[in-house]
């Protein structure tokens, strides 16, 4: 198993990518899920209040996480009750929720029962990413599932350190561009609708893609409520597009390509089986369109998961995602602090070991070329 430092420099190269927020932290996830071997990671986007503006899940768990979240009015009044806002307004960086979580009472409360006691979490140990202000501009949940270990000193150390890496992640210079995507799916999801954008069934991660497709937040409780029973004006025009298809008319086809802060979102509209007593050029009143979605990373998120799986070091493996994205050796040697002839060493080693012939050859491997 990898040691932690490699973890640590693998979430400091993701921090320093560039990527879309929601992106990186998605990935963040990931990697601290591998080094700390937690069940549950969360991350909440916070307005200048501290109020939760967006998030990202590993689940979306509405009606759960807002009473976490601190939503209803009831709960923030009540001290017993760990919302998040009073998670952010103690002031720490790390830890702020274990009080709260340690109570006497603290099984008697709607969020243990609500958000705690049914996803089976024993404990959570919060990070209020804080920038150099002090202003808190997220909070990352790292939790836990009931039948593991409490949390050692060493992981409580990790936990804090992660602090610098996601803010760098979430307010970098480039946090909030979207670069060349890949073009291969990372999720899809579709809608059957009818006619007049009622949507009559759900399957896949449709809701989540339509909400980013739109950019509508995800915050907890509002993505859900957000769509309703009808598609968002976006989707509704595609669908327009595709009616007028089957009627004969000139229209564009239905088919858009949005970049996103959540990666790069096409969507297609498919006309389903009509009712053969319709006549000719009519919609029927059984006439139903599946709308597609499918979310496309960006390039950088494929070729970090891509290099994460070659048997390359550390230092290697960040040298070669720097490439393999265009980075030209002066400015990656530059980025990891190294000299051009120490470059040309962690290189050659990266070819050797993956067997390819060059720079163009390791991002050709990397980028799925």
């Not at 760098?168 to 073009?183: M, W």
Request: charged share 20%; with cysteine; net charge positive.
């Amino acid at each position: 198993m990898s040691s932690p430092h490699v973890h640590m420099k693998q979430l400091r190269l993701i921090a320093a990518l560039g990527l879309p927020a929601h992106q990186s932290i998605g990935l963040m996830a990931a990697q601290i899920e591998r080094m700390i071997g937690c069940a549950f990671v969360n991350f909440f986007w916070l307005d200048p209040q501290g109020r939760p503006a967006d998030a990202w899940m590993r689940d979306i768990i509405p009606s759960a996480m807002d009473a976490f979240v601190g939503q209803h009015a009831a709960l923030e009044r009540d001290p017993r009750e760990p919302t998040l806002d009073k998670l952010v307004a103690a002031g720490l960086r790390v830890g702020a929720g274990e009080a709260l979580y340690g109570a006497a009472e603290f099984t008697r409360t709607v969020v243990y029962n609500e958000v705690f006691r049914p996803y089976r979490i024993a404990g959570s140990i919060d990070v209020v990413v804080r920038d150099p202000s002090g202003a808190a501009r997220g909070v990352l949940m790292v939790n836990r599932a009931a039948s593991a270990c409490g949390w050692s000193l060493r992981e409580r150390a990790l936990i804090g350190a992660l602090h610098d890496h996601v803010l760098a992640a979430i307010t970098g210079p480039l946090a909030q561009s979207v670069g060349d995507c890949s073009a291969a799916a990372e999720e899809s999801g579709s809608f059957l609708a009818d006619a007049a954008g009622r949507i009559e069934y759900v399957a896949g991660s449709a809701i989540a893609l339509a909400a980013q497709h739109a950019g509508i937040p995800i915050a907890p409780g509002r993505m859900l409520g957000a769509l309703g029973h009808q598609l968002t004006p976006a989707l509704h025009a595609l669908l327009d597009r595709a009616i007028a298809i089957t009627r004969g008319r000139p229209a564009p086809p239905p088919f858009d390509l949005r970049r996103t802060p959540h990666g790069e979102i096409a969507v297609r509209v498919v006309p389903c089986q009509r009712s053969h007593a319709a006549p000719v050029g009519e919609d029927s009143g059984d006439a139903r369109y599946m709308i597609c979605l499918e979310r496309r990373p960006p390039l950088a998120a494929v070729v970090l998961r891509r290099a994460a799986a070659l048997p390359l070091s550390a230092r290697e493996r960040e040298l070669a995602v720097l490439l393999a994205l265009g980075h030209p050796p002066a400015d990656a040697a530059e980025r990891m602090g190294i000299s051009l002839a120490t470059l040309r060493t962690y290189a050659k080693s990266a070819y050797a070991r993956t067997g390819v012939n060059g720079r163009e050859g390791l991002a050709a491997l990397l980028r799925g070329n």
